[in-house]
């Protein structure tokens, strides 16, 4: 059952890669973030070197974030117009990233860098979004047509042209498009993430991009942030094909699962979900930094499994009761 995989130069069993990739790509699906905020540092917990779970993460949330903005596009939710500037200056974050985690691992301090960069930023934005939605009663959308920013600092970065958003009601300034994209980036490359868990809330919540507009836009800027990125690390030897094409295997169907639950989930419960896995995974990510191997493995698969089942039964539910059904 376990496999060595020349290139990181590990041995794990298959079976959990195929596991971990089915997990993720119904998380992936269904919070529109690339699940490299939960792949990444489970390779990591499992032995690859942290270097080579972001390479390996890039090349397989590239292919299952494509599979599942298809799936968004099949449902009417995907915003090509929003998609295409934020994919471009991710390129562009994401290849100084790529830099900069190279010479940290020359220094040989890549993994406790990355890792306490994984926790702030895990457990921060997981907290910022359960205090939104659970503490905050403002509206997820403007409540006058038009209005493109929802949030206060960032008006003074709008400058240019502004893209109108899928449906027409709202548009968005190109310039805040390309500052998110380069941020979104900047993460993707640092940790192998699709920055999609920065990217959801920014959109949601600062510039009021309807939630499963936002989802579906996200994981096509990921498909083509992630896409440049997987070639860039592994030109220099740090991407694992093998494990990243076992993870899709069990990906492949994920994914599909994922977009389908949020069509019937509201949008509200989503954003909660997310903010609950967020937090978890960034005290799984600190438990692996203090050399609890074993036990914050356990937490991110257990968190995963937990969600992942919560997600379908969810699904499930809604499609017996119907488009009025609300879980919570």
């Known amino acids: 059952m376990e496999l060595h995989f020349p290139v990181a130069g590990v041995v794990v ?64 939710h995907l915003d090509f117009r929003l998609a295409l500037p934020l994919g471009i200056a991710g390129m562009v974050g994401l290849e100084g990233a790529r830099r900069l985690v190279l010479f940290l691992e020359g220094q040989g301090v890549a993994g406790l860098y990355l890792r306490l960069t994984y926790i702030v930023l895990l457990c921060g934005v997981g907290v910022f979004i359960l205090w939104r939605e659970m503490v905050s009663n403002a509206p997820l959308t403007p409540s006058g047509a038009g209005r493109s920013i929802g949030s206060r600092w960032l008006k003074p970065l709008a400058i240019g042209p502004e893209i109108r958003v899928l449906g027409g009601e709202m548009s968005v300034p190109i310039t805040v498009l390309g500052i998110a994209g380069l941020l979104t980036g900047l993460l993707a490359g640092l940790l192998g993430t699709g ?43 740090r991407v694992e094909l093998l494990a990243a094409g076992l993870m899709f295997g069990g990906a492949f169907l994920g994914t599909q699962l994922g977009a389908l639950a949020t069509a019937v989930v509201p949008q509200r419960d989503l954003q909660r979900l997310l903010g609950v896995m967020l937090v978890i995974a960034g005290l799984a990510v600190a438990m692996r930094q203090a050399s609890l191997y074993v036990p914050s493995a356990s937490v991110m698969f257990l968190a995963a499994s937990g969600m992942t089942t919560i997600i379908v039964a969810l699904l499930w539910r809604g499609r017996l009761q119907g488009p009025g059904f609300r879980p919570f």
Do not use: C, E
């Open 195 to 237: 920055g999609g868990f920065v990217l959801v809330p920014i959109l949601v919540y600062a510039l009021r991009v309807p939630g499963r507009v936002a989802v579906a836009t996200s994981l096509l800027a990921i498909v083509l942030t992630n896409g440049f990125g997987s070639l860039g690390y592994g030109v220099v030897g």
């Open 13 to 76: 069993a298959w079976p959990l890669l195929v596991i971990l990739g089915f997990l993720v790509g119904v998380l992936q699906g269904f919070f529109g973030v690339g699940g490299g905020w939960l792949t990444t540092p489970t390779l990591n917990m499992l032995g690859f070197p942290f270097v080579y779970a972001i390479g390996t993460d890039l090349a397989f949330t590239a292919v299952s974030a494509l599979m599942g903005a298809l799936r968004h596009l099949r449902l009417g």
